[in-house]
């Protein structure tokens, strides 16, 4: 079916589906962010500099950045308003973001967090004096935080703590600690020694450069570069490095009193350091935040080429957007589907996060679970939307590379997703339901008895339910027929099927996102539209995984076999939205003059001045001039 382009959404409708994607508060929140990347200091113009360059010019829209905030301190206190940033800087310049997102969360946020009362000097680093970094991870220690290496030593004669990296595998990997950008100062994990007891992980504020190199008893080295978007990662050490008692971070998870005592009110040393780094689970959210508004950049680019390209059509039709074929619009209109279910989990997210739940383990694992799914998907449409745009999609100036490259960095930042996701299943796999407790025939073998539709939503989510409930169940199954006495051998035994379990968890989550958003809409063409959307997002993942509830009597073969015409039947009637379902990203016109590709025009990007065409045909010997 080729599908007809439906006409425009009217402003009311497109923005009841922005706010869908955005929340309520879209103006508060994301105005001054969208309106940012307008002006000529953030567009995205055509490079010549190199990646020094572009790594200086990231560094200069940080100072920006800073002098058009109302408060620097503000923007590190709300979370809101940090993801927001991220949002829709990630997709213009994720050098930027990296920087911006290090500096305001993880450093100035940190800060914050431990001295409510303001006792500490903020004043370089919120006036942009310098730029703060965080040194947390080392070369031999990534998502194991708590086996960092790097000691600070109390010295009672100075009142304060001695850095040093014991070997090369204690050195900080990857933090931007170069005097690029200007004056850095750090927030480093390092192990607190007190007379010669060994009291965890905690955060120190340490000077590491002024604008030309490294201060006294801090070694820089920058990393060989990395794929993507240039950062000054380097590996730092100390060797020395003395900082006064007050650079410790204290708080509940401890203090060096005036005597040189040590406190605490927590006895784990791994409570110690979690509450140390909390802001990492803000930084989760960040890139989450990021991957989100990259998949809509690169989704929005590739449906509006698609309109644009032409081929040649059926013999004698002549010519027609590629956006006709269904094997063009069909991974498309799957796309707009995931970048709306990815828009949906981040918000329910980021609002139980600020929401300061009580249950607030729960509210930070599923930050975590999003981040990796999100992510994942994000990277999953980016790829295909940089291939919809074929050979196009690989030049820089189109804004698609950047993304594809892009992406990987938020994988990785904050916890690898892999690692994120078997913490998560760990957690999840004792405490999830033996089955699903979803309203649909509860035991194998009785969905013959209650067949139930599967255009039905309600139906379809409680099958996705009804999916994490079986995967968590062959976990725990399957652990418990592995050998006694070998933890690891019985975690490997299950961890196949908890992180899957994960995942239809995140699947959950999303359609749970869905039906809350569709029950705060008012009938009329808003409210259609996401319910269509939302259907091929159901269908495709209950599609992925129909084998299992087939096999556990949850659906029927003949519903199996009707799963691909429903699809089909969902992609066509999404096809036909796409154009118009784009618009509530509320993309900025200027983000699409910088992208060629984004024009009808594109093919003028490429015109030659000097070109034979712009030239008048010489005329035949002979001929007259009229």
């Not at 060989?224 to 950062?231: E, F, K, L």
């Not at 699409?592 to 712009?614: K, L, M, N, T, V």
């Amino acid at each position: 079916m080729t599908p007809r382009p439906a006409a425009a959404l009217p402003p009311a409708v497109t923005d009841a589906l922005t706010a869908v994607l955005f929340g309520p508060d879209f103006r508060r929140e994301h105005a001054f962010w969208r309106r940012l990347t307008t002006t000529e200091s953030f567009r995205d113009r055509p490079d010549t500099t190199g990646p020094e360059g572009r790594l200086a010019r990231a560094y200069h829209r940080l100072r920006l950045i800073n002098r058009s905030l109302d408060s620097a301190a503000r923007l590190a206190s709300d979370v809101r308003a940090l993801t927001a940033m991220h949002e829709w800087l990630g997709p213009v310049d994720p050098t930027l973001a990296t920087v911006a997102g290090i500096h305001y969360n993880l450093f100035l946020g940190s800060l914050l967090d431990h001295d409510p009362e303001g006792r500490r000097d903020l004043s370089g680093p919120l006036r942009m004096d310098e730029v703060g970094t965080f040194l947390c991870t080392e070369v031999a220690h990534g998502n194991d935080a708590t086996e960092v290496e790097t000691t600070a030593t109390y010295d009672p004669a100075r009142d304060g703590f001695v850095l040093r990296t014991p070997h090369a595998g204690a050195q900080k990997f990857m933090p931007n600690t170069s005097p690029v950008g200007g004056p850095k100062s750090g927030l480093v994990a390092a192990r607190l020694v007190v007379d010669g007891t060994d009291h965890g992980v905690f955060l120190l504020l340490v000077p590491l450069t002024d604008a030309v190199a490294a201060l006294p008893g801090v070694r820089v080295r920058r990393l060989p570069a990395r794929m993507g978007s240039p950062v000054d990662h380097c590996l730092t050490s100390f060797d020395g490095c003395f900082v006064p008692r007050a650079a410790l971070l204290t708080g509940v998870q401890g203090y060096v009193g005036d005597g040189g005592e040590f406190g605490s009110a927590l006895p784990s040393r791994r409570r110690r350091l979690l509450v140390s780094i909390a802001r990492v689970t803000p930084g989760k959210l960040a890139m989450s935040a990021c991957a989100v508004g990259s998949a809509r950049v690169a989704l929005a680019v590739a449906v509006r080429y698609a309109g644009h390209r032409t081929v040649a059509g059926p013999r004698g039709s002549g010519a027609v957007p590629v956006y006709a074929h269904r094997t063009h619009h069909g991974p498309l209109a799957e796309a707009t589907a995931t970048v709306f279910a990815m828009s949906l989990l981040h918000r329910r997210a980021l609002d139980r996060w600020a929401a300061g739940e009580a249950d607030r383990g729960a509210a930070e694992r599923l930050v975590a679970v999003a981040k990796g799914w999100i992510t994942w998907r994000a990277r999953d449409v980016i790829v295909e939307c940089r291939e919809r745009c074929g050979a196009q999609g690989l030049l820089e100036h189109n804004g698609l590379a950047a993304l594809v490259t892009g992406i990987e960095g938020t994988i990785t930042a904050e916890g690898d997703n892999l690692a994120v996701h078997a913490k998560a299943a760990a957690e999840m796999m004792l405490s999830a339901p033996e089955r699903a407790d979803d309203g649909m025939a509860g035991e194998p073998g009785k969905a013959e008895e209650a067949p139930r539709d599967l255009r039905d939503p309600v139906f379809l989510r409680g099958l996705l339910a009804a999916l994490e409930a079986l995967r968590f169940a062959r976990a725990r199954s399957r652990m418990g027929a592995a050998p006694p006495g070998d933890p690891l051998g019985r975690w490997n035994a299950a961890s196949g099927d908890a992180v899957r379990g994960v995942e239809a968890h995140a699947v959950g989550q999303a359609a749970e996102a869905f039906a809350q958003a569709l029950a705060a809409l008012p009938e009329g063409p808003a409210r259609e539209r996401l319910a269509e959307v939302e259907r091929l997002f159901l269908l495709r993942q209950v599609g992925r995984g129909s084998g299992e509830l087939l096999a556990d009597g949850r659906v029927t073969a003949e519903q199996v076999r009707a799963l691909p015409d429903l699809h089909e039947e969902a992609v066509a009637t999404v096809a036909g939205h796409v154009p118009t379902l784009v618009e509530a990203f509320a993309l900025p016109d200027e983000l699409f003059a910088d992208r060629p590709i984004a024009g009808s025009a594109y093919a003028d990007a490429y015109d030659d001045p000097e070109g034979p065409w712009h030239r008048v045909p010489a005329r035949p010997a002979g001929e007259a001039a009229r």
